[in-house]
């Protein structure tokens, strides 16, 4: 593959660039063959998306979860930490109203990037085109580790 990051937009494509390049302990993650949740985060389950305002697909290797949302901190971080505690507790998300996710928030930010409160989220999260099932198993995973 030749030089995919000329298809995205330059400050997208330098976060994808520092997501991909970012080593992590999850990344090398074994996940359990039922576990399908495990495998689209880790990237074994490898999901279609977008950026917003963009419909050219993005390479597959860098939408897995793992890329940007690795570890707990937020010092830092490229994106927020996807945990249990990160996604359930009642707070306000970038400025919004208090909020939390359920399955559904979380599907419509994996989706349509908007948070539980209907802030959009930044150009740097991708839009998946992924199924109720996938996204369920997806978020099951997350809040159960
Ligand atoms: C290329 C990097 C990248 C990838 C890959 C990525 N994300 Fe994100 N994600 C982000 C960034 C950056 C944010 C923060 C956006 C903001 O604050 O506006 C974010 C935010 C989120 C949020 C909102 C969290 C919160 O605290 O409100 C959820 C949920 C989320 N991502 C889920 C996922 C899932 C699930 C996957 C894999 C299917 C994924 N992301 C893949 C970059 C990424």
């Not at 993005?58 to 490229?78: D, I, M």
Request: charged share 20%.
């Amino acid at each position: 593959m030749a030089r995919p990051f000329r298809c995205v937009t330059r400050t997208a494509a330098i976060g994808l660039a520092l997501a991909v390049m970012t080593p992590s302990a999850r990344a090398q993650a074994e996940c359990e063959p039922a576990d399908l949740g495990c495998a689209i985060f880790n990237g074994q389950h490898p999901m279609a998306a977008h950026l917003r305002d963009d419909d050219r697909p993005l390479p597959s290797w860098t939408t897995r979860c793992v890329n940007c949302h690795a570890g707990a901190s937020t010092a830092a971080a490229f994106a927020p930490p996807l945990t249990h505690d990160s996604l359930l507790a009642a707070t306000p998300r970038r400025g919004g109203p208090i909020s939390h996710y359920d399955v559904t928030a979380f599907c419509r930010a994996v989706k349509d990037g908007v948070d539980p409160a209907g802030v959009l989220l930044r150009k740097s999260m991708p839009r998946y085109q992924i199924a109720d099932a996938e996204c369920m198993a997806l978020w099951r995973y997350i809040v159960h580790q």
